[in-house]
């Protein structure tokens, strides 16, 4: 009986937006010396990063079978993406529709039973992190990756032989049901049929780790398919806006000024040269609808209204300074400070009412736009709350945050429910 050579493969994808412009990296590995015996990467166009990975994943063990077509393979695959790992194992369904042809493929490559799967630290698969950067900086640079220009093997760091762990059934005890799902996709695949994994729940291996309560926070699984990302732009400066007045859905619907005219054209630049917003959503008011043609002419794109994304009406203090509203309406202004469910003098709107209609918004976009990512140009007072909101943080939050006319603020909204604050007040694209 011929001996079973033992490889490693580590893979990496990544995507600069989520979806955006994506790329992959592998790198097959002797496991007896350590030895690179094999890189691969590619610059993919815009993808998820869960793509992006699975991609990653199937030019590793591409790249194995290649080396060795005609030798018996042990090959463990060591990656950072708890989403492919677990998926792949058998122990997470795959639900998502662009993940099922990809596992499919994956699974066609080798046998199921000679290929065990390993979560990594992303600190120890900084190879095919690197190899996957270099993919996407080619990309940007309008060129593919190029073996002969990395230098992803010299910037990570050494490795050590991996000892012997017996033979390649040994550690994948426990799987069986997933290898049977797995080989019935190898088989799919072969004849070009599309393999489904989730055909039937019952042809699933559930998760070992359910409980009774729905999974929260860092408790949740950490990939559920692509969100729905909300760039969330403030629109550029009007004349109220240095004077910091009170400009809210109930006042004179002013127009940018000039300054603010330059900041949108700023922002339609920063979108154009990233290339990773899809669509592009707008308060009603004058000044969002100016910052968003902007955007929206730069890019080829149309524009949508959504009146939940509107600023708040600030009844009889609009146009007017803090100064000036504490001075005339202080004991109201105080009020208004300390309870979110209290309006502005004249009829305006509280926090509360805000934040509902906001929430209202927010979840007729992300149905719609799920997988997207969205620009969505509106006011101080949305942004803030979309923010507050995803951070599950008390009203009171929202006068901790600055937020700057013309700056971006990033939200993903994940299918349980779960949101991912990724920035706040960003100004570098005015500079």
């Not at 990544?14 to 994506?22: D, E, K, L, Y």
């Not at 094999?38 to 790249?63: C, D, F, M, S």
């Not at 040269?273 to 794109?301: F, H, K, N, Y």
Request: proline share 6%; aromatic share 6%; glycine share 8%.
């Amino acid at each position: 009986m011929s001996a079973v050579r033992r490889l490693v493969v580590e893979a990496d994808g990544g995507s600069r937006g989520n979806p955006g412009p994506a790329g992959y990296g592998a790198v097959v590995i002797d496991a007896a010396t350590g030895e690179t015996l094999a890189e691969a990467a590619e610059y993919i166009g815009v993808a998820t990063n869960n793509v992006a990975e699975y991609r990653g994943l199937i030019a590793g063990l591409t790249a194995a079978k290649a080396l060795f077509p005609d030798e018996a393979l042990d090959v463990r695959v060591r990656m950072d993406s708890k989403l492919v790992v677990e998926q792949m194992s058998g122990r997470w369904k795959i639900k998502h529709p662009d993940m099922k042809p990809l596992a499919a493929r994956a699974t066609a490559i080798l046998p199921p039973s000679s290929v065990t799967y390993e979560w990594i630290p992303r600190a120890q698969n900084k190879h095919a992190d690197r190899l996957a950067n270099e993919a996407m900086d080619a990309g940007r640079d309008g060129r593919q990756w190029e073996a002969s220009a990395s230098t992803a093997e010299l910037d990570a760091p050494a490795r050590t032989p991996l000892p012997d762990r017996g033979p390649p059934g040994d550690a994948a005890a426990g799987a069986a049901k997933a290898r049977a799902a797995l080989a019935a996709a190898r088989g799919a695949a072969d004849t070009g049929t599309l393999f489904e994994v989730d055909t039937g729940a019952s042809e699933e291996p559930e998760p070992t780790d359910v409980t009774a309560a729905p999974q929260v926070g860092w408790a949740a699984a950490p990939d559920l398919g692509a969100p729905a990302t909300f760039v969330l732009l403030r629109h550029g400066e009007t004349l109220l806006t240095p004077e910091k007045r009170f400009s809210g859905s109930g006042g004179t619907d002013p127009e940018l000024s000039a300054i603010g005219r330059d900041q949108a054209a700023r922002a339609a630049a920063h979108f154009a040269a990233l290339c990773t917003v899809q669509e592009i959503v707008s308060s009603p008011l004058r000044r969002c609808r100016e910052t968003a043609a902007a955007v929206a002419d730069r890019l080829g794109l149309a524009v949508r209204i959504e009146d939940g994304l509107r600023e708040t009406d600030f009844g009889a203090w609009e146009g007017l300074t803090f100064g000036e509203v504490r001075e005339r309406y202080g004991d109201d202004l105080t009020t208004w400070l300390a309870d979110p469910e209290t309006a502005p003098t004249g009829g305006g709107e509280s926090f509360a009412e805000v934040a509902e209609r906001v929430a209202a918004a927010r979840d007729r976009l992300t149905a719609r736009y799920a997988g997207r990512t969205v620009l969505l140009v509106t006011h101080v007072t949305p942004i803030k709350t979309l923010v507050r909101l995803a951070l599950e943080a008390p009203a009171k939050a929202m006068f901790r945050m600055e937020l700057s006319a013309a700056s971006i603020s990033t939200v993903a909204y994940y299918g349980d429910g779960n949101a991912s604050v990724r920035l706040l007040n960003d100004t570098s694209h005015l500079r």
